[in-house]
């Protein structure tokens, strides 16, 4: 709760008026068989016409006055959640950026998208009920109790009896029923898999001809969840009759103990219909009271589930401004480099140690899941190492501030991301000065230039949501292109020519020759051929760093190196 | 136009309708014993009123009590809260039992169906939509039906009951009620009207919303490599600013409706209220009927407010239901032969002149003929789109040929059982299946009965045992619905695995090793070739290097086979082939 109430202390005002609002409407509920009591007790006794009259028009009058009311309280109760759900939003999203690699790859976006969306919808509906609701529906109970009283004091007393049966019945069956509930959607999640699973492995089903087995395997858990909806909705339809039983019984009650009242003068007629009126109110709002427990509840999950990304506290600190050092040749350098992800049992590197001069070219090289990434994600302190130091340009990562950091290390990734905008907007994340001439050689440089051009509206060309609208090649080029925009002095490259065909693979690397002398470049591949001309080729295995070297020098003393470039070269022919 | 569309949507709407009561059929006794309840519970909450009223009526005031008759009518009062009590429960119970039968009913036919519907089908249709159908349309349908069954009858029932009830007391009153009563219906209606475009507007701006939070979301490590996060969150603000001020306005209208129907319902109730104490006062009716009339007026509005919400959902139900229909209407794919054989085949596959296409009017294969003796190890390559995965569709019959003949051991293969054509091949795919299971289960896949020592030897062999062995319950690890605990090539292995348990006398190998790295792959590679050895084999690769050993490499290039012949010879003939095969090599 504590950060959404900052944002509630914002819209005092409004979160106040809402709920009192609705309780002055309420009051005029309340106060309606009163009224009407005295319609019978004192105008149709009296023969009172205008009494009579009186009273309607008062009856209209509370009915206006209580539509005004809720108006109010529903503009404050939808202001105040609105308001209050789209700050918490705004902070929501902005702490999910302060959230380092780390924290991202435990949490998972899908997770966090939910959050974002679902989850504070869900909050937000809870919340504007809450403020309606939450106060008007005890405030009916307890309010009738009262008026109860001042109708007759043992009269009240069946309502103090009626009112906790009633409500163990209701808050009981709910209890038992909402954890089953949950049993119940985790059945019918079954039942989802299921049938994605059979869509999905159409072709390997039919394959293997087990096309029947799959329809009995799905009927199974179709049963299962039929079971369970059947038993727990038995249950929870039992409320409906168990308490219309128990209202019955408390009016019989009402009626019996009346009549000895009426006889004896202490009560008149009016007043037993308003006294059966107050109880079949009780029972409505008790009913309305449980749907809005639900609801909250289940807006209070969801609120759970924000607050504890809001919690999620960024595990990487960086220095306000990067420590002052000298010159060095040196562009990366690992000591006895280590890496355990967050909740992974094992290593993922292991003493990996290498020094990078400035103006290198670096390949690294490797089976899948060797540890590529992880080794080039160290270099712009994606990850922190858990043993030994990565240093850049001769400073330890940990000393740089992080906009400075970033700045020097320019990164494609795997997974070619763009984002929703133009050409343009895209390459300017790099720089966001950059003119059209740099945006044009960058593109040049990543291959990218001729496509470009060849699209109707050039750099103003838009770009889909994630750039759907390109080709994963040509999507990759641009993610090239971009980070040269940014003019890095380290340039890493994790697989990211893996959708580029053989020609313009070898053209991108020609034309990476071509950056400034002092630009340090890695590339990391699965082929051979793009790293072969590397200054040092990084070879790994299993997280650990087994050869390091020239091409030539590693097909002489690295075994691994030489089975990954025989696999695929033809033996025989690989020292050509 | 338009009024012969409102009149098709009706006609689909009441042969939906029609179809939905065969699904229900089954359950009639149910369907009786519910509208039995449904009817009983109506009229004792109608009689309940009623009786108190009379109770109070024998309540005059001090010393005129009519004691017996108060108690009479209380044990009448018990005795019908009684009975009506059971019915309620009864026809709930009712009511779950017919919904939640019915929609497991359907599910069941939906997932019978999607096994019969040809492949061309699935293939068109996203499968996200087909979940859909299933899962939430049928949900839908039951909630929808749920409600029918529980509102809808006795909604009717109330509504008539409460009416023929009140005109024998008084019809004045009555006009009252029936009047002003479905001023809260058009109230309604109109506010419904009038916030339905801020409702658009809305979910306009939270689509944008949430497209623009997924983006930046699933692109996080790029807009921290780019220290792109001030711009981004301020473009997010803006969007964010935008949807609290549109939801304001639609949460807010649109809460609206509640106070104004309730404001009629109060109107309606002080006028009863006026009319029926003045009748009072001139005796026209009595204290306790008037009680009546103020509980049933009350009362009245509320299954009117019901009913046109069930309308809706019921409306909604049967579009839902009319989208599973469309699916269990689907054409099934062409059943099997009456004659159909079955058979052990020997490894003979012959291709006569066949033709091909998707889409009636783009040929994809055309004039395609090959003859491939037992024990030959086939290779296809070519460009991507060039009907490489096509040829293997037609041979697994997954779809059927245009034109020509494929034939198996010189039977045409429409006139094979599926079953037994498919038994023949093992097939491995890129896209690596897995159910979700044990990765026992996995492996022992296509024969449930195999021993420990086979699937471990299986295992061995496609060399899976080495990471099965590592993982914490070995044999046992359940691979979970999207398979996030392995790896790509691991699963891929896995899939390997489960066809050499198998060993059918032919494979279809389609980028089969596409996610294993070069080096793995080269095992693999052996491992396949002491399993290829003496059975026709089929492999489709983008890495030339994987093919070179095939005894024949079919070249294809827009459906057709343009270039055949073993690596040699495609070499020294130096056309496509070797075009592409320098492509990757040559640098």
């Known amino acids: ?576 | 136009m338009k009024k012969s569309d409102k009149k098709a949507a009706r006609a689909l709407q009441s042969r939906t309708f029609k179809r939905v009561l065969l699904y229900i059929k089954p359950y009639g006794l149910f369907v009786f014993s519910s509208l039995l309840c449904a009817a009983i519970s109506v009229a004792a909450q109608l009689i309940v009123p009623i009786f108190c009223g009379d109770a109070i009526d024998y309540m005059i005031g001090r010393g005129q009590v009519d004691f017996a008759s108060v108690l009479r009518l209380a044990i009448a009062i018990a005795v019908v809260v009684a009975v009506s009590a059971v019915a309620q429960w009864i026809l709930a119970a009712c009511n779950n039992r017919i919904t939640f039968c019915v929609s497991r009913d359907l599910r069941n036919a939906a997932i019978r169906k999607i096994q019969k519907l040809p492949l061309s089908y699935l293939d068109s249709h996203p499968s996200g939509d087909l979940v859909s159908r299933i899962i939430a349309d049928v949900d839908v349908f039951a909630d929808g039906l749920l409600m029918g069954f529980t509102q809808l009858f006795s909604g009717i029932l109330t509504i008539l009951g409460t009416l023929g009830i009140m005109l024998y007391l008084n019809l004045a009153i009555t006009m009252v009620v029936v009047v002003l009563t479905p001023l809260s219906l058009f109230l309604a209606a109109f506010i419904a009207k009038r916030t339905y475009r801020y409702f658009r507007e809305q979910t306009e701006v939270r689509g944008q919303e949430t497209a623009l939070i997924n983006e930046l979301i699933e692109g996080q490590k790029v807009v921290q490599a780019y220290g792109h996060e001030e711009q981004s969150l301020r473009d997010f603000d803006e969007v964010n600013e935008k949807l609290g001020k549109v939801s304001l306005k639609a949460v807010f209208f649109s809460s609206l409706t509640n106070p104004s129907t309730r404001l009629v319902n109060n109107i309606v109730y002080a006028a009863v209220g006026l009319i029926s104490a003045l009748s009072a006062v001139s005796g026209g009716i009595t204290i306790g009927q008037l009680s009546v009339f103020l509980s049933y007026a009350s009362q009245y509005a509320k299954p009117f407010n019901e009913i046109s919400g069930v309308v809706t959902e019921l409306q909604n139900a049967l579009a839902c239901a009319a989208r599973i229909f469309d699916l269990l209407d689907e054409p099934d794919q062409v059943p099997d032969a009456e004659d159909a054989v079955s058979f052990s085949s020997s490894g003979h596959v012959q291709l006569k002149d066949v033709a091909f296409r998707y889409v009636p009017d783009k040929p994809l294969i055309d004039h395609l003929n090959l003859d491939v003796k037992p024990g030959q190890r086939i290779a296809i390559v070519g460009p991507t789109g060039c009907g490489k995965t096509t040829l293997i569709n037609l041979l697994m019959r997954f779809y059927d040929v245009n034109e020509g003949s494929i034939a198996v051991d010189g039977t045409d293969i429409r006139h094979m059982t599926r079953h037994s054509l498919r038994g023949n091949y093992g097939m491995v795919l890129q896209d690596t299946w897995l159910k979700a299971g044990t990765i026992r289960d996995n492996i022992a896949y296509g024969r449930p009965d195999a021993t420990e020592e086979e699937i471990v030897a299986a295992a061995k062999a496609a060399h899976a045992h080495g990471f099965i062995r590592r993982m914490p319950q070995g044999y046992d690890t359940v691979i979970t619905e999207n398979g996030g605990n392995i790896s790509q090539g691991q699963k891929q292995l896995l899939c390997i695995a489960r066809v050499i348990l198998c060993l059918p006398p032919m494979l279809i190998l389609d980028e089969a090793t596409s996610s294993i790295d070069t080096r793995t792959e080269i095992k693999i590679q052996a491992a396949f070739a002491r399993m290829m050895e003496g059975r026709t084999s089929f492999i489709v690769a983008h890495r030339l290097s994987t093919i070179r050993e095939a005894d024949v490499i079919l070249v294809m290039k827009d459906g057709h086979i343009i270039e055949q012949g073993s690596h040699e010879t495609l070499m020294a003939k130096n056309g496509f082939y070797a075009k592409l095969y320098n492509s990757q090599f040559g640098d």
């Open chain 1, 1 to 576: 709760m504590k950060y959404l109430k900052i944002y509630l202390k914002d819209h005092k005002a409004a979160s106040i008026l809402a709920p009192l609002f609705k309780m002055l409407e309420a009051t005029f509920d309340l106060l309606v068989p009163i009224v009407v009591a005295n319609i019978i007790n004192i105008g149709i006794a009296g023969k009172d016409m205008g009494y009579i009259l009186r009273s309607c028009g008062l009856l209209i009058l509370m009915a206006l006055v209580g539509l005004a009311c809720s108006f109010t309280a529903q503009y404050f109760a939808a202001k105040a959640a609105i308001a209050s759900t789209t700050g918490l939003r705004h902070l929501l999203f902005k702490h999910i950026q302060t959230l380092g690699f780390s924290e991202m790859d435990t949490i998972g976006s899908s997770t966090l998208i939910t959050r974002m969306t679902s989850d504070l919808n869900q909050v937000q509906n809870g919340l504007n009920l809450f403020l309606r609701l939450f106060l008007r529906s005890p405030f009916i109970v307890l309010g009738a109790i009262v008026m109860a009283f001042t109708i007759n004091t043992q009269m009240a007393l069946i309502f103090v009896v009626a009112i906790p049966i009633l409500s163990i019945i209701i808050f009981g069956i709910m209890r038992w029923t909402s954890p089953r509930y949950k049993q119940i959607q985790a059945k019918l999640d079954g039942v989802t898999g299921a049938t994605r699973e059979n869509l999905s492995g159409v072709r390997v089903i039919r394959a293997f001809g087990k096309e029947e087995a799959e329809v009995q395997g799905f009927s199974q858990a179709n049963d299962s969840l039929v079971k369970k909806q059947l038993h727990v909705g038995h249950i929870s339809a039992l409320m409906n009759p168990l308490t219309y039983v128990v209202v019955n019984i408390g009016i019989i009650a009402i009626l019996y103990m009346g009549a000895n009242k009426v006889n004896g003068g202490t009560l008149l007629s009016g007043d037993i219909i308003a006294l059966v009126n107050y109880m079949t109110q009780i029972l409505l709002e008790l009913v309305k009271l449980a749907n809005l427990i639900v609801s909250i509840s289940r807006a209070l999950a969801s609120l759970n589930r924000v607050e504890q990304v809001l919690d999620t506290k960024p595990s990487m600190a960086f220095p306000e401004v990067s420590a002052e050092t000298a010159q060095s040749s040196e562009a990366v350098r690992f000591d006895h480099v280590g890496l355990v992800y967050a909740g992974a049992g094992a290593e993922s590197l292991t003493d990996i140690s290498f020094c990078a001069k400035k103006g290198q070219t670096i390949g690294v090289i490797g089976g899948t899941g060797s540890g590529k990434s992880s080794l080039v994600h160290l270099i712009p302190r994606f990850y922190d190492a858990t043993s030994g130091s990565v240093s850049l340009m001769g400073k330890p990562v940990q000393e740089w501030e992080r906009a400075a950091l970033r700045n020097k290390v320019g990164i494609v990734m795997q997974k070619a991301q763009l984002f929703a905008g133009t050409i343009r907007s895209n390459l300017l994340w790099g720089n966001s000065e950059a003119t059209d001439e740099e945006l044009w050689a960058a593109l040049q440089t990543a291959q990218a230039k001729e496509f470009v051009l060849a699209k109707k509206d050039g750099l103003d060309e838009i770009v889909e949501q994630g750039g759907r609208n390109l080709s994963g090649g040509q999507r990759q080029r641009l993610t090239i292109a971009r980070a040269l925009v940014k003019k890095p002095e380290i340039l890493i490259l994790d697989d990211s020519a893996s959708a580029l065909d053989y020609a313009t693979d070898a053209a991108l690397r020609k034309s990476l020759k071509s950056l400034p002398d002092s630009v340090t470049v890695f590339i990391v591949s699965q082929r051979t051929s793009s790293i072969q001309h590397a200054d040092q080729i990084l070879v790994l295995d299993d997280g650990r760093l087994v050869g390091r070297g020239t091409h030539g020098e590693l097909l002489d003393s690295c075994e691994i190196y030489r089975e990954i470039y025989e696999s695929q070269f033809q033996k025989g022919d690989a020292r050509q």
